[in-house]
């Protein structure tokens, strides 16, 4: 099981930048998916999370109407589009993919990137 990301990056102020999560090893049109993210000192927060089909999205307030987030099952890849960049973006931003089957619970992360927010 991998989860990878890229797309992170330094980017001023009221930038952007666009996230990639790609999946394998696993069934990934099962599997509900999110974006976390970690600034230094701070507790690891929930950003955004789709479902299996990409239906239904949640997002942060503190990220609403800034942040995209789709999924492309055909490729095993999920994006976070992230528009209006603050420095309180700053943060390591990890994929998670979660599954409830059986009773039992299926949860990988990634190792996480890199965003940070600066002039």
């Known amino acids: 099981v991998q989860l990878v990301e890229s797309g992170g990056g330094l980017v001023q102020p009221g930038g952007s930048l666009r996230l990639s999560c790609a999946a394998s090893?696993?069934?990934?049109?099962?599997?509900?998916m999110s974006w976390h993210r970690q600034a230094p000192g701070k507790e690891r927060e929930l950003v955004a999370s789709?479902?299996?089909?990409?239906?239904?999205?949640n997002y942060a307030d503190s990220v609403k109407g800034r942040f995209t987030f789709s999924r492309d099952n055909a490729k095993n890849t999920v994006y976070l589009q992230m528009n209006s960049l603050k420095p309180e973006d700053t943060a390591v931003f990890y994929c998670r993919a979660q599954r409830r089957l059986f009773n039992v619970q299926e949860d990988y992360w990634g190792r996480g990137t890199q965003v940070t927010v600066s002039s």
């Open positions: 090893g696993f069934s990934f049109s099962s599997y509900e």
């Open positions: 789709i479902s299996r089909v990409g239906r239904l999205t």
